[in-house]
């Protein structure tokens, strides 16, 4: 039966075809949204576990093929007369063995990557895999399932559309969130997973793997229905644990202990050592363009640090905030460093700040930016006022009550 279930379904070279292209499939649902994750191993990472959404229906689709032939053959007679119990299953683990070694290898490429660009690995995110493994062999067994019941090329084209269906189900929470596996637009600097909802959404996965499994086992014909029925219901049981809150892609994060990097001085600045790649230039230019807060007295605190969820700021140290994912990308954005001039001290900016302290960063940062003949879009008054003596007054009392973090104090000039 073995050898039988071999010649009709999966040779040797199919299986190697199969993983060569559920390979490049993933590589492509990588490439085709963004390159964030360059500098960030963790997102990148990450980006490997969501390409589960696009590999996985590719995966269901040729497995559902698969099994469409062979329920048209003479191989499913040896196959329901075999005394062994999980006969039927041998063509799906194969295929199943080939999307997880293509994922594998997808993510062994995504860490000499970052290896080559000196960006740290995080050995600790790897408690996703039972549950992306569980996840994909239910991707696998749904497309077994479709392909006993269709015809060859319609098992193909609705085991797709089905995988696919479900993560847009499981985005707007008809489904668990098990079919969205990754994919998070955030470089996960400073956060981690949740052993908790790793452990949940592996046993959800799994309960959808034993439903499946079970499905397909009736229909070769299993000799003890009444059990793969009860197992069936435990596996339904075993999936609505998915429904457990919070397990979406913010949910299942938890804050983490980060280590930073400082480079440069007078001032230095410090970023998350989990994405150094703008460490050197960011400090280079914080340096250049305080020159003219130095130049009018103002005195700087002795170093920046990067802002991050979770993290407690320090009211000696400069707040650096990073925008579309610069530190992961390494396209360090000027507007970044200005505005984090503008921050000399960890005091609570953001919704709740009174309005006058928004303001009056916002002009400091223009007066920087000017300064150092940056581009900025402003009205002539503006201009003729950053350019004017007049300005350096208000500069140095702004600077000095933000790093006393006297926001309530601040305003626009008279």
């Not at 009860?230 to 892609?249: N, Q, S």
């Not at 503008?342 to 919704?351: E, K, L, N, R, Y």
């Amino acid at each position: 039966m073995r050898t039988a279930a071999r010649r009709t379904l999966l040779t040797w070279p199919q299986w190697v075809s199969y993983l060569a292209v559920l390979h490049v499939v993933g590589w492509i649902s990588i490439l085709s949204s963004t390159r964030d994750w360059v500098g960030s191993w963790k997102m990148a990472y990450d980006w490997v576990a969501g390409s589960l959404l696009v590999v996985g229906p590719v995966a269901a689709g040729i497995t559902a093929f698969s099994y469409a032939r062979l329920k048209d053959s003479s191989a499913v007679t040896l196959v329901r007369s075999s005394s062994r119990a999980a006969a039927w299953a041998f063509p799906a683990l194969r295929i199943w063995l080939a999307y997880g070694a293509s994922t594998a290898l997808l993510a062994l490429e995504m860490t000499l990557l970052a290896l080559a660009r000196g960006v740290p690995v995080a050995p600790v995110q790897l408690i996703n895999v039972p549950f992306l493994a569980a996840l994909s062999l239910g991707q696998v067994l749904a497309g077994a399932s479709l392909g006993l019941v269709l015809h060859e090329v319609w098992a193909g084209v609705l085991a797709v559309g089905a995988a696919f269906l479900a993560s847009v189900l499981a985005g707007i929470g008809l489904l668990p969130p098990i079919f969205v596996p990754g994919s998070t637009t955030g470089t996960l600097v400073g956060q981690t997973y949740r052993p908790a909802a790793m452990a949940l959404l592996a046993v959800s996965a799994a309960g959808l793997c034993v439903v499946l499994g079970a499905a397909v086992s009736r229909s070769f014909g299993s000799r003890r229905r009444w059990l793969a029925s009860a197992v069936a219901v435990a596996g339904l049981g075993a999936f609505a644990v998915g429904y457990t809150p919070h397990l979406d892609l913010d949910g299942r994060l938890q804050d983490a202990t980060v280590r930073y990097e400082c480079r440069g001085h007078d001032p230095a600045l410090c970023v998350a050592s989990d994405t150094p790649l703008t460490a050197d230039e960011g400090a280079a230019a914080l340096r250049r363009l305080a020159r003219p807060l130095v130049a009018v007295g103002v005195p700087l605190p002795d170093r920046w640090v990067q802002l991050l969820p979770g993290s407690r700021e320090d009211r000696r140290d400069g707040v650096f905030t990073f925008t579309n994912n610069a530190n992961a990308t390494g396209r360090l954005r000027v507007d970044d460093v200005v505005h984090s001039l503008a921050m000399p001290a960890g005091c609570v900016f953001g919704a709740s700040e009174p309005e006058g302290s928004i303001d009056a960063r916002g002009l400091l940062a223009t007066w920087i930016a000017l300064r150092n003949h940056v581009d900025v879009a402003v009205d002539r008054r503006t201009k003729a006022w950053v350019d004017s003596p007049d300005s350096l007054a208000w500069v140095r009392t702004t600077y000095a009550e933000l790093r006393a973090c006297a926001l309530t104090r601040l305003s626009l000039p008279a």
